[in-house]
T-cell receptor, first 113, second 113 residues
Framework: AQTVTQSQPEMSVQEAETVTLSCTYD???????LFWYKQPPSRQMILVIR??????QNATENRFSVNFQKAAKSFSLKISDSQLGDAAMYFC??????????FGKGTSLLVTP | IAGITQAPTSQILAAGRRMTLRCTQD?????MYWYRQDLGLGLRLIHY???????GKGEVPDGYSVSRANTDDFPLTLASAVPSQTSVYFC????????????FGPGTRLTVL
């Protein structure tokens, strides 16, 4: 079994500032993949970033980057230069090879002007 | 490129009625999934299909059935809807490899009265 925990139900950031969303997971497997999805008010689930557990280098996609700490089973998302359009629900998810995604309960991000 | 389409967008249904939620993808993905999203619980897997002709149960399969007659379509059926099935339902697909990213449809909001 695996669990994904997002300990911050809500976060707030000012426009142009940086914010970090936390995620921890629990698995005994060595081969797995981690994701952050964004869900804006439109309801669409949008892939933000993906990290392979076997890679030591942290994934980066433009203003979005992760801090992947495998030993600590931590996978936080950093959003730099926050924009109003970043306001959304953010879900952390873990994928074991051959299984479906296991999601955290989400963090609601508010971006203030 | 449509990606994944779901129908209907939303539906209000009387308890005890039968309902089929439709999902179609045009990406020729092998694997497809159905999730439900409930407030405070994140997304939970209902059923999945690794390839046409095969299906499997997820975390919360009771009260739901699926079929996968071809690659593109993966309908979800509620044989006799109950109020606890009120939720937002997401269909997703992936190319089918053990580590493939899942892409989501726009969701169906279902209310069972």
């Amino acid at each position: 079994a695996q669990t994904v925990t997002q300990s911050q139900p809500e976060m707030s950031v000012q426009e142009a500032e940086t914010v970090t969303l936390s995620c921890t997971y629990d698995t005994s497997e060595s081969d797995y993949y981690l994701f952050w999805y964004k869900q804006p008010p439109s309801r669409q689930m949008i892939l933000v970033i993906r990290q392979e557990a076997y890679k030591q280098q942290n994934a980066t996609e433009n203003r979005f980057s992760v801090n992947f700490q495998k030993a600590a089973k931590s996978f936080s998302l950093k959003i730099s230069d926050s924009q109003l359009g970043d306001a959304a629900m953010y879900f952390c998810a873990c994928l074991l090879a051959g299984y479906a995604l296991n999601f955290g309960k989400g963090t609601s991000l508010l971006v203030t002007p | 490129i449509a990606g994944i389409t779901q129908a209907p967008t939303s539906q209000i249904l009387a308890a005890g009625r039968r309902m089929t939620l439709r999902c179609t993808q045009d990406m020729r993905h092998n694997a497809m999934y159905w999730y439900r999203q409930d407030l405070g619980l994140g997304l939970r897997l209902i059923h999945y299909s690794n390839t046409a002709g095969t299906t499997g149960k997820g975390e919360v399969p009771d009260g739901y059935s699926v079929s996968r007659a071809n690659t593109d379509d993966f309908p979800l059926t509620l044989a006799s809807a109950v109020p606890s099935q009120t939720s937002v339902y997401f269909c997703a697909s992936s190319a089918g490899g053990a580590a493939d990213t899942q892409y989501f449809g726009p969701g169906t909001r279902l209310t069972v009265l």
